[in-house]
C-alpha cells in the first residue's frame, strides 16, 4: 500500500478557500497512492482559536466538496485532515473525514481529547465520544487526532476493533516536536500497528508547527520522516507485517488489564 502523507503548510495570510485548492491540487498529485492523508485544522491552523467559529462549517460544507472531488479525480482513499465542524445545536467539533476513491464520505471521527488545559480548544470545542475504523482494501484504519496521540487506551480501542494501521493527523507545535516522534512509535510498539502520524509545516497564531510527519512501522522502526517546511511524505508500506509481527512476537495474546474488570483488596 502506497500511502502520502500532505504536510501542508498553513500560512496565516494564506485564505482559506485558497489553501482549499491548493490542498485539493496536492491531493491530485498523488494519484499513484492508495492513501492520502492530510494534517489536523488545515484550514484554520490548529492554535488560530479565534478562525475555528468563523470558519466553521457542516459535515458536508466547502471541505468535503472539495476533498471529494480531489480524492474521486485522484482515485484515492482520502483521509481528508480535520477542520472545524458546526453540528446542528451549534456545538463545535475538530472533525475528521475519510473519503473513498469515488469520493464518498467512508467515516466521521469528532476528536475525543480536546487540547488547552481549560482554554483554547479545550473550551471551544465539544468532544467526540465514538472511536472509528474504516476497513480499506488490506487493512483496517484506527482513526485519531493529534492531542489523542497521549492516551493509549484510545490506540488499544482501536485496535481491540481491528485497527491494524493509525492514522493521526496533526498540528502538533515545534517545542514538544520529540514528543510527537516518541509518543508515533510508542503507539506502534504497543498495539504492533503501522502509524501514520501527518502534522502541519508553518505558524499557527505565532505557534511554530513542529513538521516531520512521520511513517512508523510494527516493530518502532521509522520508515521515513518529513522535515519541518511544506512536503509531500510518500512511503510503501505492506500490511500483511500486522499479523506477521503479531505472530512472532503475540504480546497483545497476553494482555491482562483491560480484558476483565480488576480484582481490588480492600
Same mark, same amino acid.
Given at each position: 500500500?502506497?500511502?502520502?502523507?500532505?504536510?501542508?503548510?498553513?500560512?496565516?495570510?494564506?485564505?482559506?478557500?485558497?489553501?482549499?485548492?491548493?490542498?485539493?491540487?496536492? *491531493?491530485?498529485?498523488?494519484? $499513484?497512492? %492508495? /492513501? &492520502?492523508?492530510?494534517?489536523?485544522?488545515? #484550514? +484554520?491552523?490548529?492554535? !488560530?482559536?479565534?478562525?475555528?467559529?468563523?470558519?466553521?462549517?457542516?459535515?458536508?460544507?466547502?471541505?468535503?466538496?472539495?476533498?471529494?472531488?480531489?480524492?474521486?479525480?485522484?482515485?484515492?482513499?482520502?483521509?481528508?485532515?480535520?477542520?472545524?465542524?458546526?453540528?446542528?445545536?451549534?456545538?463545535?467539533?475538530?472533525?475528521?473525514?475519510?473519503?473513498?476513491?469515488?469520493?464518498?464520505?467512508?467515516?466521521?471521527?469528532?476528536?475525543?481529547?480536546?487540547?488547552?488545559?481549560?482554554?483554547?480548544?479545550? *473550551?471551544?470545542?465539544?468532544? $467526540?465520544? %465514538? /472511536? &472509528?475504523?474504516?476497513?480499506?482494501?488490506? #487493512? +483496517?484504519?484506527?482513526? !485519531?487526532?493529534?492531542?489523542?496521540?497521549?492516551?493509549?487506551?484510545?490506540?488499544?480501542?482501536?485496535?481491540?476493533?481491528?485497527?491494524?494501521?493509525?492514522?493521526?493527523?496533526?498540528?502538533?507545535?515545534?517545542?514538544?516536536?520529540?514528543?510527537?516522534?516518541?509518543?508515533?512509535?510508542?503507539?506502534?510498539?504497543?498495539?504492533?500497528?503501522?502509524?501514520?502520524?501527518?502534522?502541519?509545516?508553518?505558524?499557527?497564531?505565532?505557534?511554530?508547527?513542529?513538521?516531520?510527519?512521520?511513517?512508523?512501522?510494527?516493530?518502532?522502526?521509522?520508515?521515513?520522516?518529513?522535515?519541518?517546511?511544506?512536503?509531500?511524505?510518500?512511503?510503501?508500506?505492506?500490511? !500483511?507485517?500486522?499479523?506477521?509481527?503479531?505472530?512472532?512476537?503475540?504480546?497483545?495474546?497476553?494482555?491482562?488489564?483491560?480484558?476483565?474488570?480488576?480484582?481490588?483488596?480492600?
Amino acid at each position: 500500500m502506497r500511502a502520502s502523507l500532505i504536510q501542508i503548510d498553513v500560512d496565516e495570510g494564506e485564505p482559506v478557500d485558497s489553501r482549499r485548492r491548493r490542498a485539493a491540487a496536492l *491531493v491530485r498529485e498523488q494519484s $499513484g497512492a %492508495d /492513501l &492520502v492523508v492530510l494534517p489536523e485544522l488545515w #484550514t +484554520t491552523g490548529a492554535f !488560530a482559536y479565534e478562525e475555528f467559529g468563523r470558519e466553521a462549517e457542516p459535515v458536508e460544507g466547502p471541505t468535503y466538496e472539495t476533498m471529494a472531488k480531489a480524492a474521486s479525480d485522484a482515485g484515492v482513499w482520502l483521509h481528508a485532515g480535520s477542520f472545524p465542524e458546526r453540528a446542528p445545536d451549534g456545538t463545535l467539533y475538530n472533525t475528521s473525514l475519510v473519503l473513498s476513491p469515488s469520493g464518498e464520505p467512508a467515516a466521521v471521527y469528532r476528536k475525543i481529547h480536546r487540547f488547552g488545559f481549560d482554554k483554547g480548544e479545550a *473550551v471551544l470545542m465539544g468532544a $467526540g465520544r %465514538d /472511536l &472509528v475504523t474504516v476497513r480499506l482494501p488490506g #487493512t +483496517t484504519l484506527g482513526v !485519531a487526532t493529534c492531542y489523542d496521540l497521549r492516551f493509549p487506551e484510545l490506540f488499544r480501542g482501536l485496535v481491540d476493533a481491528g485497527a491494524e494501521t493509525l492514522v493521526v493527523p496533526a498540528g502538533w507545535p515545534e517545542r514538544r516536536r520529540a514528543h510527537w516522534t516518541l509518543l508515533a512509535r510508542a503507539r506502534a510498539v504497543e498495539n504492533q500497528a503501522f502509524v501514520l502520524a501527518c502534522g502541519t509545516a508553518g505558524t499557527h497564531a505565532g505557534v511554530p508547527q513542529a513538521g516531520h510527519s512521520i511513517v512508523v512501522d510494527p516493530w518502532g522502526e521509522v520508515l521515513a520522516e518529513a522535515g519541518p517546511g511544506e512536503e509531500v511524505l510518500t512511503v510503501d508500506i505492506d500490511p !500483511a507485517e500486522v499479523a506477521v509481527t503479531r505472530e512472532q512476537f503475540p504480546a497483545l495474546k497476553d494482555r491482562v488489564l483491560g480484558l476483565e474488570p480488576p480484582r481490588h483488596r480492600g
